[in-house]
């Protein structure tokens, strides 16, 4: 969106200049981002369900994050919260938004065997950023990923940091909802099915599987993915993946862990 679209927007939107909560998701590819972002994009005061591929350096970022949102969404309302995920290291965030009264930052990790094994089939055959269909490719990205996740939370100045394993979204969808409500102060709970939504299931705006457009949680296949992997790269990925976790968790207020909910 360039400065004239977004003054024209302005113009017959003028409501999009108050300022308004924002919701940050920091994680990684493959961990379930999509699903907590429809879940959180299908409450009547969260707008945003996608990710739009920029950072944030200033309130003008904000901004900017509800103009994209509206432009491509020109009939739904303002409203209270505005969310967005970062999964890329490249996608820059400023430490003094990052601790902003306005943003409120969660952060989520999925295993690494399970993401890399998915990572690597999700890219397989393209063209674009092929690199990551191989075991090099997929542990370098999500390696410096979790760097990058812990760079973020050693700036964190706050004390309403939220942390979820991605793997509890399978195991009590109600129990984390509920909790994830409360935790963000919403006035009715986060649904545990979800609307499919104008830009759900493409390319580049989270995950492209049929799995998204289900409007429900799908319990896990139960497919073993560790053959996809040599044994060197699961040991080093599970070694950086328990430590980010573990950094992650001490910074946190609320977390929800797997172990905190009995499998469904």
Same mark, same amino acid.
């Given at each position: 969106m360039n400065d004239l679209e977004a003054l024209k927007l302005l113009a017959r939107r003028p409501s999009l200049l108050r300022p308004a909560g924002h919701l940050l998701l920091f994680s990684h590819? =493959?961990?379930k981002t999509s699903l907590l972002s429809h879940l959180l994009g299908s409450h009547p005061e969260i707008s945003g369900y996608y990710e739009m591929h920029i950072g944030y350096y200033s309130p003008r970022s904000l901004l900017k994050a509800r103009l994209l949102f509206h432009s491509l969404h020109p009939d739904a309302p303002a409203t209270r919260l505005y969310f967005d995920k970062i999964l890329h290291n490249r996608h820059r965030v400023h430490h003094r938004l990052l601790n $902003? +009264?306005?943003v409120r930052p969660i952060f989520m990790l999925r +295993?690494?065997?399970e993401t890399l094994s998915s990572i690597m089939r999700l890219y397989k055959g393209r063209a674009h950023d092929g690199h990551l269909a191989t075991e090099e490719g997929a542990l370098g990205y999500y390696l410096q990923r979790l760097? &990058? !996740?812990v760079d973020l939370a050693g700036a964190l100045q706050r004390d309403d940091v939220l942390y979820i394993d991605a793997e509890a979204l399978s195991r009590d969808i109600g129990a984390v909802t509920q909790l994830l409500s409360e935790a963000l102060g919403l006035s009715m709970r986060i649904p545990t099915e979800y609307q499919i939504m104008k830009l759900s299931g493409?390319? &580049?705006r989270g995950d492209s599987s049929s799995r998204i457009l289900a409007g429900k949680v799908l319990p896990e296949s139960g497919e073993s993915y560790s053959g996809d992997l040599s044994s060197g790269a699961v040991s080093m $990925?599970? +070694?950086h993946y328990d430590s980010a =976790?573990?950094? !992650?968790l001490s910074r946190a207020s609320v977390a929800l862990t797997q172990d905190a909910f009995t499998s469904g």
């Amino acid at each position: 969106m360039n400065d004239l679209e977004a003054l024209k927007l302005l113009a017959r939107r003028p409501s999009l200049l108050r300022p308004a909560g924002h919701l940050l998701l920091f994680s990684h590819m =493959r961990a379930k981002t999509s699903l907590l972002s429809h879940l959180l994009g299908s409450h009547p005061e969260i707008s945003g369900y996608y990710e739009m591929h920029i950072g944030y350096y200033s309130p003008r970022s904000l901004l900017k994050a509800r103009l994209l949102f509206h432009s491509l969404h020109p009939d739904a309302p303002a409203t209270r919260l505005y969310f967005d995920k970062i999964l890329h290291n490249r996608h820059r965030v400023h430490h003094r938004l990052l601790n $902003a +009264s306005g943003v409120r930052p969660i952060f989520m990790l999925r +295993s690494p065997v399970e993401t890399l094994s998915s990572i690597m089939r999700l890219y397989k055959g393209r063209a674009h950023d092929g690199h990551l269909a191989t075991e090099e490719g997929a542990l370098g990205y999500y390696l410096q990923r979790l760097d &990058g !996740l812990v760079d973020l939370a050693g700036a964190l100045q706050r004390d309403d940091v939220l942390y979820i394993d991605a793997e509890a979204l399978s195991r009590d969808i109600g129990a984390v909802t509920q909790l994830l409500s409360e935790a963000l102060g919403l006035s009715m709970r986060i649904p545990t099915e979800y609307q499919i939504m104008k830009l759900s299931g493409q390319v &580049g705006r989270g995950d492209s599987s049929s799995r998204i457009l289900a409007g429900k949680v799908l319990p896990e296949s139960g497919e073993s993915y560790s053959g996809d992997l040599s044994s060197g790269a699961v040991s080093m $990925a599970e +070694s950086h993946y328990d430590s980010a =976790r573990k950094f !992650l968790l001490s910074r946190a207020s609320v977390a929800l862990t797997q172990d905190a909910f009995t499998s469904g």
